[in-house]
C-alpha cells in the first residue's frame, strides 16, 4: 500500500509518500522556520499564507522523489489535529481537493498518533519488537503527554503536562536568554558540553504522571534577573558563559522529569518498551539519558522523523486504511484534538 502523506499543522509544510507504512520512499518538508525567526515564535496568519504557496510544489517534489505518479497512489493521507487552526485548514482542504479529483480513500489523521508512528519508520518494527504494550512519550508544540499503546488505535492517556509543554518551555527560556528561535536547538547548542554549577528546581508532581514546567520556567527567568541577563543582558565572556550554564542547568531539568517520569511509568504499567515522538525528542541530552537510564528497549526516530513531517501521517494511515476506515470529504479540522 502507497500512501500520500500531508502534514501542515503549524510552521511546515511537509508531504511524503510512504510505502506499507515502513518504507519512506520520499519524505519533502519546507521549513518556516527562518520567516518566524524574526517574530520570535510562530505567527499563525503568516504560517498559513505560507502554507498556501508551498503546499501544491512540496506535494509534486514528493512525488517526484518518490519515483512514483498519481495512478500508483492507493489512498491519502492529512493532520486534522491538533494544531492551528488555519494551518490545518489548507493541508486537510488539499488533501480533499487531490482525493476527489483522483476517487481515492482519504483519511484525517492526528498529529500526536502520527508522531508514534514515526517509530515504524525506523527499520524495527515495534508491534513485534520489542511488541505491544508500549509506553509512548510525545513532546510535540503545546502538548507532552505519556501514553500507554496496547495496540493499533488503542492509545490510553496516562499524564500529560498541567502548563507549559516541554517545547513551549524550551522556546520561553531560549527567549529569556537571548539565544533565539527555536528554543530548543537553540538551548542545546548552548548547554553542549558544559557543566553547569547551576541547578534549577524540578516539579514532579508526586502521585500523578502529569508534568509542570512553568515553574522551571520562572525559576530561569528570576534566576536570569539576579545575574542581569534579562531584560538587556552585558555582553562579554563571563556572561556568555553564564548564559551557557543556565541553559545546560535548564535543559537538565526537563530532561530529568521527562527521562524519570517515562520511566515510572513504563515500569507502572509493565510495558514491554518505550517509544519516543515529538520534536522535543530531538534533543540529543533526552535521547542520551532515557536510552542509558531505561531497562527496556527505547524506540528513538532519526531526528528528521521527530519534528513534524509527513511521512509519520503516512506511515500512521496506512494502519487505519488496512482496517477499512476512510473519512468523507465533510471532515473537519479539529485544533484541540487529543490521543487516548
Known sequence: MIILGIETSCDETAAAVVE??????SNVVA?????????????????????????????????????????????????????????????????KAL???????????????????????TQINPESNPGFPLLCLVASGGHTDLILMEGHGRFTLLGRTRDDAAGEA????????????????AIQRAAEGVVSKQRLPRAWMRGTLDFSFSGVKTAL????????????????????????????????????????????????YRVKGVLLGGGVIANLRLRERIIKDSSLP???????LCTDNAAMIASCSTFHFIKGERHTFDLDVLPSLQLG
Open 20 to 25: 506499507d507504512g515502513t518504507t519512506v520512499l
Open 31 to 95: 521549513s518556516q522556520v527562518d520567516i518566524h525567526a524574526r517574530y520570535g515564535g510562530v505567527v499563525p496568519e503568516v504560517a498559513s499564507r505560507q502554507h498556501v504557496l508551498t503546499i501544491i510544489p512540496v506535494v509534486t517534489q514528493s512525488l517526484m522523489q518518490a519515483g512514483v505518479t498519481w495512478s500508483d497512489i492507493e489512498g491519502v493521507a492529512v493532520t486534522m489535529g491538533p494544531g492551528l487552526a488555519g494551518s490545518l485548514l489548507i493541508g486537510v482542504n488539499t488533501a
Open 99 to 121: 482525493a476527489f479529483s483522483r476517487s481515492l480513500p482519504f483519511l484525517g489523521i492526528n498529529h500526536l498518533e502520527g508522531h508514534i508512528y514515526a517509530g515504524w519508520l
Open 170 to 185: 524550551f522556546d520561553k527560556a531560549a527567549r529569556l536568554l537571548g539565544l533565539g528561535y527555536p528554543g530548543g536547538p
Open 221 to 268: 527567568l528570576h534566576r536570569a534577573e539576579e545575574h542581569g541577563l534579562y531584560p538587556s543582558p552585558a555582553q562579554g565572556p563571563f556572561q556568555e558563559k553564564l548564559i551557557q550554564e543556565m541553559a545546560a542547568a535548564f535543559q537538565e531539568s526537563l530532561v530529568d522529569v521527562l527521562v524519570t517520569k517515562t520511566l515510572a511509568a513504563a515500569e507502572q
Open 298 to 304: 527505547v524506540i528513538v526516530p532519526p531526528v528528521n
